[in-house]
């Protein structure tokens, strides 16, 4: 369909999303540099086609099909800059696998993602949703990111500052559609101090040396706090976390300790955080299954598609569980993925 590209028309998305949700794309492509990028946007406004940009597909929800040109980002490579004694820069390319970045750098014995072990997606998707667990975000290593902008079709490069990260918030993910990412930079050290005082980490660790572990054995640590909670996307289809820990004011706060002693709460910087699964959980949906989608029976977070369900069934139960919180509690959840085709 045009000279430099292979573009696929009808492909499935299936095997493109953690959720395994049955939907289709009318063109897909797949990009591995910035040529074919560019070639690939100039075909999608010659045919005034809306694009959509893919990675891993673990923070997306199909409601239905994409009638428009998909960019699957294939763009790989890996690479060590400014490497300086205690101190490195590590680029990896968009379409790089997130989880094996992690354990590429904490083998090579450099600290700062280890935490962020075993998170689906690739790299260019992970400073969109500015990607945390157990203690640390992306944007704490996050050097700078190269991406095509849009709107002027030239490469840039983007400061952390730039980036504007938030709790799972970027300024990529308020200007959707702006800037298409080709690499990120994180800046990582031999020397910098582990982070391990997330409970669940430290109850795995119990009595161990902690100032003789190495990132790669955090980075396992990690992997295996995560496998007792979250299923994998290869056995019960999801998309992880589902909904964000909700913040609010202290006095809010101090209402709802009042009603509800027991509330699981952390300090935020704007307030309170609330733990979103306790309050699920508390609101009767851990373990829920219908025929399609359920929620997790181990965490309460994590929407899972064991039968086949489709986008909508998924985005239904998100919804039915939105309202059952708000009606007990008081408190607004909010989706952390995003949704794609719903009409």
Known sequence: MSSGLEITEHASLRDLNTLAVVASARYL????GITQLREALGWAAQHKLDTLVLGGGSNLVFAGDYDGLVLHMAIRGRRWEQVNGDAAVLVLGA???W?????????????GIENLALIPGTAGAAPVQNIGAYGVELGDTLKSVMALDCTTMDVVTLTAADCEFGYRDSLFKRYPGRYIILEIRLGLSRSQPL?????DLQEYLGNTNVASLTPLEVAEAVMAVRRRKLPDPSVLPNVGSFFKNPVVDAARFEQLQQQFPGVVSYPADNGVKLAAAWLIDQAGW????????GIHNRQALVLINHSG?????????AEEVLQSVQARFGVELEMEPGVVGRR
Do not use: T
């Open 99 to 111: 989880h094996d970045a992690v354990l590429y750098a904490a083998r090579s014995g450099y600290r």
């Open 195 to 199: 982070k391990l005082g997330y409970r």
């Open 29 to 32: 492509v797949a990009v591995g």
């Open 309 to 317: 369900g489709s986008g909508e069934d998924v985005l239904g139960l």
């Open 95 to 97: 379409g790089e696998n």
């Open 286 to 293: 851990k373990g829920f299954r219908n025929a399609q989608v």
